[in-house]
């Protein structure tokens, strides 16, 4: 009889996934403050008279 022994655990198998998944989303987060802040810059700018584009 041919039984492959899988002795890896349930966590080490999902790790990478779970890594993956983790770095997705701090990722996201990272761009979404990064994009509100440049976007609050942007329009304080554009509110106090200073036009960057036209």
Do not use: C, I, Q
Not at 7 to 32: D, Q
């Amino acid at each position: 009889m041919n039984v492959v022994n899988d002795t890896r655990s349930t966590l080490e198998k999902h790790m990478p996934l779970l890594l993956g998944l983790l770095v997705a989303f701090l990722a996201g987060k990272a761009l979404k403050k990064t994009f509100w802040t440049v976007f609050g810059m942007y329009m304080a700018l554009h509110y106090s008279g200073v036009h960057l584009f036209g």
